[in-house]
């Protein structure tokens, strides 16, 4: 795999600088039109890591953003989000006509301080999600974000006084509020999409429950599920929740049940033999495990048959 250098961009300020923008009103908070930022040449032969929150709303960008392992075509409105010391890259498509359009909005970590969102904004699991796995918005919903930007942009324009601040935080926690409506929403009007994961997990898991995986490497993790699907586990735990009403690792020991009942009805296995085809080193655990989900002890749901 090829080895890039990775340009590290610490503040906001910073950035401005590196992207030909004025330097910024407040060296800790920026609205920026994106379509004023200028790329250097080098811009898609090097990985970017920022020392800063990013959430950008972007469209008519003739590239492709990369994080990690993953790209996505920036073709529509999308939105992103991207917390600190994330790796990212961005390549450029010469040939492609741009009418770049949009905003980000760039938060350094000590604007929060000393403020209900230093904590909270950790429970926003979308700033974990891959760059794929961005938030596809309505012009209505576009509309409704860029308003409040436009809100934080005049805040922070006008005299900063010790109302500011706060006004500024209110502000950001109502726009990640309905980010996050507007991912549940994606959830389930992206059916297609998603139900296209459901399936593919269903037989994900069919494989590894019918394969020696279980016995020799135990339950798969949610780890293991999300890099088999190709999208994260924060992700893939929030689009099950959404759609099943279950997390990743509830979706799994289902299966597991069910795999259980299988061989507690349909074979004179002992329950310890299952438990280690189950993937369990100790019989005990797998025995726990089938009670709490069933409020039956393994025997107790063989026994049932007879």
Known sequence: MEKRETQRIKTITEFHRLRGLPAPEHPLISVVDYASIQRPADIGEINLMVGFYMISL???????????????????????????????????????????????????????????????????????????????????????????????????????????????????????????RFYQRQFITREKVN????????????????????????????????DALNISPKYLSGLLKTLTGQTTQQHIHEKLIEKAKEKLSTTNLSVSEIAYEMGFEHSQSFSKLFKTKTEMSPLEFRASFN
């Open 195 to 226: 139900h296209q994961i459901l399936d593919r997990l269903e037989s994900l898991l069919a494989g590894y429950f019918s394969s020696e995986d279980l016995s020799v490497k135990g339950l798969p993790t949610v780890q293991y599920i999300a």
């Open 58 to 180: 972007k469209k008519g960008i003739g590239g492709k953003m990369y994080y990690g392992q993953q790209e996505f075509d920036f073709d529509e409105g999308v939105m992103a989000f991207m917390e600190p010391n994330q790796v990212f890259r961005i390549q450029s498509n010469p040939s492609a006509v741009e009418k770049r359009m949009g905003w980000m909005l760039l938060i350094h970590p000590d604007f929060l301080w000393h403020t209900s969102l230093a904590k909270t904004i950790k429970r926003y699991d979308y700033f974990h999600y891959s760059v794929h796995e961005a938030l596809f918005l309505s012009e209505k919903e576009q509309n409704i974000l860029t308003a409040i930007i436009e809100n934080i942009r005049l805040e922070y324009h006008t005299n900063m006084d010790k109302f500011s601040k706060q006004i500024i935080v209110s502000q950001i926690e109502t726009l990640l509020s309905y980010s996050e």
